[in-house]
C-alpha cells in the first residue's frame, strides 16, 4: 500500500472547486480532493471563487505561483473555468469530475464521480511528465485543441473545449436558467416545450474557411468534442486532438421535424437526417441574417452562457494540455 509521500515533494497545484456543482456534490467531495491531494505530496493552493468569472479570475492569478497544474472539480463548466485560465500557458489541467453531465470527463475517457481514481489520474500524469521532462506534451499529459471566440476582428475574449451552440437548445437552456420552477431536471422539460411551443427557425450566416451557409435554422454547433448538454452527441465524429472543427447545423426545421430529430441526437443519427449537415473548418464566423429569420439566442459554450453573434470561432491546435492515463496505465 502506498504510504503519504513527504509534503510539496510531488509539486505544487492549484485547486478551482465550485461546491455547487453536481447539486452540492463539488462541496461533498471538498475534503476528500484536498486531503488527497495533500496526501500524494502536493502543496495545495485553494483558487476556488464564488462564481465562475470569480474562479477563473482566481485560477489564473493563481498560475503567477509556478504550478505545475491547475485542477478543476467539478461539472464542464468548471472545465470552462480552467481552459480559460491555462490555454496556452503550457501549465496542465487535471480534471476531478463532480458535475451533472461531466460530458467533457467522459468524451475524454477521464474518472466521472470517482475522486480516488481522478486523483490517480493527475498524480501518475504528473509524475510521467516529470520523468520525461517539463516539455508541453508527453506522457501523462493530452494535448487538445482549444477554441478561441471573438468579436469579428477583435481580440480574444474566451476560450472553450468542447462545444458552442447558438440554436434551440442554446434558447432552452437560457430558458431554463431564467426560471425558478419547477425544481431540478423538470425545469428543463417545460423549458424546452415553451421553446418548441413558441419556435420559429433563426436566420444564420455561418463562413467556414470562407465557405458561406445561409439559411433558416434550427441549430448551428461548433464542436471539438462529440457531446453537449448531458450526453447528447451533438457531433459524433468529432476528435479534439485533430486540428479541425466539426459545424453541425441543421435547418429550418417544422415542430413535427423536432420532436422526431431530438431523440437521436442522444445516439448521434441526427447527422444522417437529411436537414442536419455537417461541415469541418479551422475558422468559424457565425452571424444573425435577420432577412432569413429571428436573432438565434445567446451562444452557450461548455455549457455556460458566453456571448450574442456576432461571434468568430478559430481552432488552436493543442493550446491544451490536459492530464490523463499514462499510455499503458
Ligand atoms: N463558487 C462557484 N464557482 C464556480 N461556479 C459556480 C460557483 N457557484 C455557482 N457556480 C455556477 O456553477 C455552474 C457550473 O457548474 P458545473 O459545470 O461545475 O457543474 P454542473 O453544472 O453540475 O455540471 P455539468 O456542467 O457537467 O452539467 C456555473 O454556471 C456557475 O455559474
Redesign the pocket.
Known sequence: MRGPAAPGAAGRVGV????????G??LKVREKVFDGLAADGFTVHDL?????P??TARARTGLTLGLDALVVV????????GVNAVAGTGVPLGIV????????ARDLGLPVHDVPASLAVIREGLAARRNRGRGPDGEGVRMLDAVAVSRPGGAVDHWYLAVLSCGIDAAVNARTNAMSWPPGGARYVRALLAELRTFRPFGYRVTMDGEVWESAGTLVAVANTRCFG?GMRIAPDAVPDDGLLEVVHAEGLTRGQLMSVFPKVYRGTHVSHPAVHVRRARSVLIEPLPALGTMPPMAFA????LAELPLQCDLHPRAIGVLARTLGA
Open positions: 478551482v472547486l465550485n461546491p455547487t456543482s453536481g447539486k456534490r463539488g476556488s471563487g464564488t462564481d465562475l470569480g474562479a467539478g461539472g464542464d463548466g468548471m472545465v470552462h473555468a469530475s463532480a458535475g451533472s453531465g461531466n460530458d467533457i448531458g461548455d455549457g455556460e452562457p
